[in-house]
Nanobody
Framework: QVQLVESGGGLVQAGGSLRLSCAAS????????MGWYRQAPGKERESVAL???????YYAEDVKGRFTISRDSAKRTLYLQMNSLKPEDTAMYYC?????????????WGQGTQVTVSS
């Protein structure tokens, strides 16, 4: 059974930082693409940052230079370091996993962790 468990969300002031973690089990972590999506109230889910099994990274334009995605295969954990946070980053953040970057959103999702950025 695949499980993706997110942690690290919370309330932070604008300009602050948070690091999200996603502990993965039940899947071949090293060979899967991983990523983070988010959904703000009243908006659709959107891709934030993705990382291939080979370590290639992809970022949404509005987080480039502020967010960094990384993975630790030994710990089977995905991370998202978020710096210079803005109120518009407020959303539920979801960890996702799949065989490839192209198909990632069709496979496994975590339950999400809330990030709230106050102005």
């Amino acid at each position: 059974q695949v499980q993706l468990v997110e942690s690290g969300g919370g309330l932070v002031q604008a300009g602050g930082s948070l690091r999200l973690s996603c502990a993965a089990s039940g899947l071949p972590f090293s060979s899967y693409a991983m990523g983070w999506y988010r959904q703000a109230p009243g908006k659709e889910r959107e891709s934030v940052a993705l990382i291939s099994s080979g370590g290639n990274t992809y970022y949404a334009e509005d987080v480039k230079g502020r967010f960094t995605i990384s993975r630790d295969s030994a710990k089977r954990t995905l991370y998202l370091q978020m710096n210079s946070l803005k109120p518009e980053d407020t959303a539920m953040y979801y960890c996702v996993a799949g065989p490839t970057i192209a198909t990632i959103r069709s496979y496994y999702w975590g339950q999400g962790t809330q990030v709230t950025v106050s102005s």
